[in-house]
């Protein structure tokens, strides 16, 4: 430490070293580059010697880690428990294995889950709620981590969804594959949409735009000098952009005028006409009927979510708008994410190749730390699903341990009152695979705001889940609920229930990817029987 302390610029390996000890925790190249990526320090060197000043880092560090939390604390209180907002961790690590599969709008990281159901105990959880061997229940289920982290602490599971893509994500994270004929069916499909050539225009006009892209953003939007001084405020972001935009389009125009391109669909009736070009659209087409042919029915499933997964990465919207669209994008722009011009989407061969190959790896990985529990997805309403019923339709031995012990408990994150549609969140994969939409069965949907009926709609729906799923539950029953709870409607959830709030864990909420990031908390209520 001492030896580097003397020194004021640092190799990429060396600030590494610093940082980790300053920090108590291993910090990456990884992490470094990142920081010098965004303009958070600046680049010293050449290509090949990069190098950054100590100051910097200091600088970074001790407003980042130290005034961070004091920051959050004023704005959200101090009963704020910074210990689970998990600010350690890397975005690999709380996106590990099958949890990035496909994305998914409001899921928890599975640190979290992990926190409440495992077995260890520490200063502030005191008591441990569940056990390998216990059945756990998450009656909404979004994309399965609870079910995933459960299967990794050998704990069995029960999912309940009112999405049946939801259900479909989770299945294809927790199923066992045979990985080499796994990949061959990959590897297959991969290469037919590789040669299939839909317009032979786009790829000389796409090569064309990326050397024109390349020469403008180089002048205009030096990477990392740009964002350095966007960081420290020395340029007004928005004006700038806001001309250099429009200086681009115009050199955009005259491409797509020369090569003839074709952007807008004839149709406009469903998500896969409007949000996509032309182009795009055809190759989807192309590749949803290769993987029909596909005969393993669970790896017809892997490549159909792949298919969903690039079909999301290659939507006419901007980078800053994937969670939550606005308009459709049909021309360059600038990118507010990686502050350069940037264009929409052509062709979705590079998205699905790459996509695939991290599918295989993820499944890969998962495979090595799967446990011998049993689980079970159920595409359903929670508040009146007949959850035994259904386990011994889809999995004779859960059911047979279910007959023995019933369910411990729950770990899940109800939606939260206004905020996401969550079967619009996904409407390009119900266009795709043709699924019954049931939109009308969400609780808390973003379409019917956040009015007085729909805070006591959410709360009706809310109480009639717990209630359906008390007939389940063991009698010492834990459960534990995540929510944004800021207009306190949880209290009254839980009476309703029949339930009563034993405890409750309140935490910051970081690493969100919208550009609105103000700070905002969400409690984990710990739930028991009032009996």
């Not at 599975?110 to 495992?118: A, K, R, S, T």
């Not at 341990?401 to 390009?428: L, T």
């Not at 709360?459 to 800021?486: Q, T």
């Amino acid at each position: 430490m001492s030896n580097i302390e003397s020194k004021s610029l640092l190799t990429i390996k060396e600030a590494c070293e610093w940082a980790s000890l300053l920090l108590g925790r291993v910090v990456s190249e990884t992490n470094i580059s990142y920081l010098i990526q965004y303009g958070k320090v600046k680049k010293y060197g050449d290509n090949g010697s990069t190098q950054v000043h100590i100051n910097d880092l200091k600088n970074y560090y001790q407003s980042f880690n130290g005034k961070r939390e004091i920051e959050w604390k004023k704005k959200l209180g101090d009963d704020l428990n910074w210990s689970l907002s998990f600010d350690n961790l890397r975005e690999k690590d709380t996106t590990k294995h099958v949890h990035r599969l496909h994305p998914y709008k409001g899921k928890f990281i599975p640190q979290l889950v992990e926190y409440f159901i495992d077995e260890h105990i520490d200063n502030f959880k005191q008591e441990v709620f569940f056990k390998q061997g216990d059945i756990i229940l998450d009656p909404f289920s979004g994309s399965g981590t609870t079910l995933v982290q459960a299967n990794e602490l050998g704990i069995h599971s029960v999912g309940v969804d009112i999405s049946r893509f939801n259900t479909m994500i989770t299945d294809i994270k927790l199923l066992d594959y045979d990985l080499e004929d796994l990949m061959q069916d990959i590897k297959n499909i991969n290469l037919a949409i590789t040669k299939f050539e839909v317009d032979a225009k786009i790829q000389e006009f796409e090569k064309e735009l990326y050397i024109e892209l390349s020469k403008f953003n180089n002048k205009n939007f030096p990477s990392p000098n740009f964002k350095r001084k966007v960081y420290k405020k020395e340029i007004d972001e928005n004006n700038y952009a806001s001309k250099k935009e429009k200086e681009f389009l115009a050199i955009y125009e005259k491409l797509v005028d020369k090569y003839g391109i074709e952007l807008k669909q004839k149709n406009n009736k469903i998500f896969l006409d409007k949000w996509y070009i032309q182009n795009v659209r055809k190759e989807i087409d192309f590749a949803f009927e290769q993987i029909k042919k596909v005969q393993d029915g669970k790896n017809k499933r892997v490549l159909s979510v792949i298919l969903s997964r690039t079909i999301r990465s290659c939507r006419a919207t901007t980078h800053s708008d994937l969670a939550t669209l606005k308009e459709p994008q049909i021309t360059t722009y600038y990118c507010w994410k990686h502050k350069k011009i940037c264009k929409p989407i052509f062709s979705i061969k590079y998205w699905f190749n790459r996509y695939a190959k991290d599918t295989i790896a993820r499944i890969k990985e998962f495979h090595q730390l799967k446990r011998k529990s049993y689980w079970t997805t159920i595409t359903g309403d929670s508040r009146t699903v007949d959850i035994y019923k259904e386990i011994k339709i889809r999995n004779r031995n859960l059911a047979t341990i279910f007959e023995k012990q019933k369910i411990k408990g729950i770990f899940s994150s109800p939606p939260y009152v206004g905020q996401i549609d969550y079967h619009e969140q996904h409407a390009y994969a119900y266009d795709l695979f043709g699924f019954e939409r049931k939109d009308e069965l969400e609780i808390g949907p973003l379409y019917k705001g956040q009015g007085k009926e729909a805070k006591n709609s959410y709360v009706e729906g809310i109480s009639k889940v717990l209630l359906n799923a008390k007939k389940y539950l063991a009698k010492d029953f834990d459960i534990f609920l995540v929510a944004n709870d800021k207009w306190n409607l949880y209290p009254e959830i839980a009476d309703k229930a029949g339930m009563k709030i034993v405890n409750q864990y309140k935490r910051p909420v970081l690493n969100r990817t919208e550009r609105d990031k103000n700070p905002y908390a969400e409690i984990i209520f710990h739930l028991k029987s009032k009996i």
